[in-house]
């Protein structure tokens, strides 16, 4: 899975930089809104706020922003739509199998711009199950490596669940279950090692290797799919060697 991980750590960086800029504080926004109001508006006492809260300011929303979307969740100020999450599950070309996480309020349009995106760059959407059984909910934390060594790491969060410390070139990949993610996060925090992102994310038990032509169009496909602004997470099984990823560019 290096390829992958990379290729999804290298493309979110970018992300933050380029013309989807805005696309993407929508997307952090609505994560905020809605952890607020499912968990409380404060942040200590509300870890999926607090992570919520953290990925927006490294990401450059502005603070105005992040305490407005904080407010509306928590009922302290009007305005807050009604979000809810549903999933979608399809293919890829090369026969990758994705799902599509939404936050909508309004579930028929979810439906009609992921069923496009999907046929549009030759995937197709699937039966509820076809696909979620190939994917486990995870907790996945990123960190910036800043000469730490995996051992450094694995050291620190060992204990508060970590599975894996995966080497990602520039960062640290730390996986454990989906519970156990604010536990390896404060870890890390209280070890005094700086983090990136702590999520809880869909990950692979089954990848599918791509050669360069199979994984340009799943890039695309992928691309087409973030594009929707109900999209909030595209989860995947496609797996790319280092050497088709530095074909592709």
């Not at 992102?197 to 087409?224: C, E, G, M, Q, Y």
């Given at each position: ?24 504080f929508?997307k ?8 607020a ?7 200590d ?15 450059s ?11 509306r ?33 309004n ?6 711009e ?6 549009r ?10 696909v ?8 996945v ?6 000469s ?5 790491v ?24 989906a519970?156990?993610m ?16 702590a ?6 038990s ?5 050669d ?27 797996d ?10």
């Amino acid at each position: 899975m290096s390829g992958h991980s990379k290729w999804a750590t290298t493309k979110h960086k970018k992300a933050a930089l380029d013309a989807k800029r805005g696309k993407l504080f929508a997307k952090l926004i609505k994560n905020i809104e809605v952890a607020a109001r499912t968990g409380g508006g404060d942040p200590d006492a509300n870890p999926t706020l607090y992570d919520a809260i953290q990925k927006a300011k490294r990401n450059s929303v502005p603070q105005d922003n992040i305490e407005r979307a904080r407010k509306r969740g928590a009922g302290e100020e009007a305005g807050g739509a009604e979000w809810q999450n549903t999933m979608y599950e399809g293919y890829a070309p090369g026969g990758v199998a994705v799902l599509i996480e939404c936050l909508t309020d309004n579930k028929n349009r979810a439906a009609s711009e992921v069923r496009t995106a999907l046929t549009r760059n030759g995937g197709s959407l699937a039966d509820a199950g076809s696909v979620s059984y190939l994917f486990t909910r995870k907790g996945v934390v990123l960190m910036p490596k800043n000469s730490l060594s995996e051992d450094d790491v694995l050291l620190a969060v060992l204990d508060a669940g970590a599975e894996e410390v995966n080497d990602l070139g520039e960062s640290f990949e730390i996986v454990s279950e989906a519970g156990d993610m604010v536990a390896v996060r404060t870890a890390l925090q209280e070890a005094g090692y700086e983090y990136e992102s702590a999520d809880a994310n869909f990950l692979p038990s089954v990848t599918v290797p791509l050669d360069a032509d199979h994984a340009r169009k799943v890039f695309r496909l992928i691309d087409a799919l973030e594009d929707c602004d109900d999209v909030q997470n595209v989860y995947s099984n496609f797996d790319v060697s280092d050497e088709v990823l530095a074909e592709v560019g």
